[in-house]
């Protein structure tokens, strides 16, 4: 099972992707974001490609969707808090956005 991220990686991840727009939600241990996209079938086609990353990291995101935005959430229900697992799907979910 994932580790909880030690202070100093979290730190570290953190500069790193709040450049990205993630920020931290502390009281939950989580990192969020708002990914837009030109329209509904580009949010869904995203979301489609993602789904099929996140099955075979066996790593879910909390994520809800109104028309062209995806409210995604990430952390580690096991370890009830930020691990790498989270990190690596937020930098995949920035990728697949292009
Ligand atoms: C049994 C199964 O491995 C677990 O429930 C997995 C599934 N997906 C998961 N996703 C997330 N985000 N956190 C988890 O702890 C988690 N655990």
Same mark, same amino acid.
């Given at each position: 099972?994932?580790?909880?991220?030690?202070?100093?990686?979290?730190?570290?991840?953190?500069?790193?992707l709040q450049?990205?727009g993630w920020s931290?939600?502390?009281?939950?241990?989580?990192i969020?974001k708002?990914?837009?996209?030109?329209?509904?079938? =580009?949010?869904?086609?995203?979301?489609?490609?993602?789904?099929?990353?996140? @099955?075979?990291?066996?790593?879910?995101?909390?994520?809800?969707?109104?028309?062209?935005?995806? =409210?995604?959430?990430?952390?580690?229900?096991?370890?009830?808090?930020?691990? @790498?697992?989270?990190?690596?799907?937020a930098?995949?979910?920035?990728?697949?956005?292009?």
């Open positions: 099972m994932a580790e909880k991220l030690s202070e100093t990686e979290r730190e570290t991840a953190l500069s790193e450049e990205t931290l939600d502390a009281d939950r241990d989580a969020s708002e990914f837009k996209f030109s329209n509904f079938v =580009s949010a869904f086609g995203w979301m489609s490609q993602v789904a099929m990353v996140a @099955e075979k990291m066996n790593h879910h995101p909390e994520w809800s969707n109104v028309y062209n935005n995806v =409210s995604v959430t990430l952390t580690t229900h096991d370890a009830e808090g930020l691990t @790498e697992l989270d990190l690596k799907l930098r995949r979910m920035d990728k697949l956005a292009g």
